[in-house]
């Protein structure tokens, strides 16, 4: 006898689990939805917040008019026009981690001065140092209140800032050199350091152990990175290093700079947002700008401008200079060459700077000491590698 068929009751069981399962799919999609929506909610409020943010660091000046006798500005038929930023170094002594040279009376002057020319064609940066030791006449210049800063004869580059601030110092390079300044960057050093501790330190490489006990400076020879006081100490340190002029610290400077730019633009870096986040924290909070640069998007800008110039094409040099004789009144100063005439032509004109100027520039792209295949090649000419040799042993910098 055949069995009656029995119910089948896992299509009453199946039923419920496939309306269950749908229940969760749609559940699921809306916590996933939800979470979504919170999500970009959260990023876009953090984008906002860190633009605020990093805008409220940044300190703004209006310089515009201030400035008096302005050279024209040439323009070029180029995609973009080139820029040029005057970049200061502020020593503040009454800033905590800034008078490392221990000087008195207050007040603040500008260590570093920097001409940084970007190519119309953002093909090309060059760096140009002015040393602060360089003999000037400065020009008359007016403060922040309009009141007129009477000039001077023969008096140390850098005193300009500690009279008038940057503005004063802007007047000065302008009527000095006839090259229209686009933007002003102050650094203050102490806030220096943070940038570097921000991207986990700079690689720099120390023939000789730093000992400078008046300064508090003692660095070991070493080839390694550095960061924190230990960095903003070696590219202050100049007495105990090299020949101890401010020539040579202005070099170890420029390789500092250009190691440091070269680990920012570093994967390592733009890949890591903790190190980016950091470092434009402590970028922002260390700088005074003009009031054309007064948010992070302006600043932005102007970097995505290097984004098409290979780590070569981004050069650091010192306007010629030579040393006033022993027996002048100015020994131990030194004076701008005649051939720092054409130096300026050429970065007003936006032409690629002549050989004689670049020939021994430090690149972002081979940083002295740090190694790299052309350091391990036979040198063509064993003369002017011992040249080059010497040299970076007289400015405190590994060949």
């Not at 008019?65 to 024209?72: A, I, Y």
Request: proline share 5%; glycine share 10%.
């Amino acid at each position: 006898m055949t069995d009656p068929v029995a119910p089948e009751p896992e299509r009453e069981v199946d039923g419920p689990k496939r309306r269950g399962m749908t229940r969760r799919k749609h559940t699921v999609l809306k916590v996933l939805l939800a979470s979504s929506l919170v999500l970009a909610l959260l990023t876009s409020l953090g984008v906002v917040y860190l633009y605020r943010h990093l805008n409220g660091n940044l300190t703004v000046v209006d310089i515009e008019g201030q400035l008096t006798d302005r050279p024209d500005k040439e323009s070029v038929d180029e995609p973009q026009q080139p820029l040029n930023i005057l970049v200061m170094g502020s020593d503040d002594r009454d800033q905590e981690g800034n008078n490392i040279d221990g000087l008195t009376g207050g007040g603040q002057r500008s260590d570093t001065t920097i001409l940084f020319h970007l190519s119309g064609d953002r093909e090309r940066a060059y760096g140009v140092s002015i040393p602060r030791d360089t003999i000037v006449d400065r020009p008359d210049c007016i403060d922040a209140q309009g009141e007129t800063i009477p000039g001077a004869t023969d008096a140390m580059w850098n005193e300009a800032f500690n009279v008038g601030g940057p503005t004063c110092t802007v007047q000065q390079f302008e009527e000095l050199t006839d090259v229209f300044i686009d933007h002003i960057v102050v650094v203050d050093f102490a806030g220096f350091e943070d940038m570097v501790d921000a991207i986990d330190g700079v690689p720099v490489c120390i023939p000789e152990d730093i000992n400078d006990p008046a300064h508090g400076i003692n660095i070991p020879a070493g080839t390694r990175e550095i960061e924190g006081r230990e960095a903003l100490n070696y590219v202050r340190a100049r007495y105990t290093l090299g020949d101890g002029s401010d020539i040579s610290r202005i070099k170890r400077q420029q390789a500092f700079i250009a190691a440091m730019a070269k680990k920012v633009i570093s994967a390592d870096t733009l890949a890591r947002v903790d190190r980016l986040v950091g470092f434009l924290n402590a970028a922002t909070q260390s700088l005074t700008v003009d009031e054309d640069l007064e948010n992070v998007v302006k600043i932005a800008r102007i970097g995505v401008g290097f984004n098409g110039i290979g780590l070569d094409n981004i050069k650091f040099l010192t306007a010629p200079n030579a040393y006033y004789p022993t027996d002048s009144e100015f020994s131990g100063r030194v004076y701008l060459e005649k051939s720092a005439d054409r130096l300026w032509r050429e970065l007003a004109a936006d032409e690629p700077l002549s050989k004689r100027f670049t020939g021994d520039a430090i690149s972002a792209g081979k940083v002295p000491g740090q190694g790299g295949k052309k350091d391990k090649a036979r040198p063509k000419n064993p003369d002017k590698a011992a040249e080059r040799a010497e040299e970076a042993q007289r400015n405190g910098l590994c060949a």
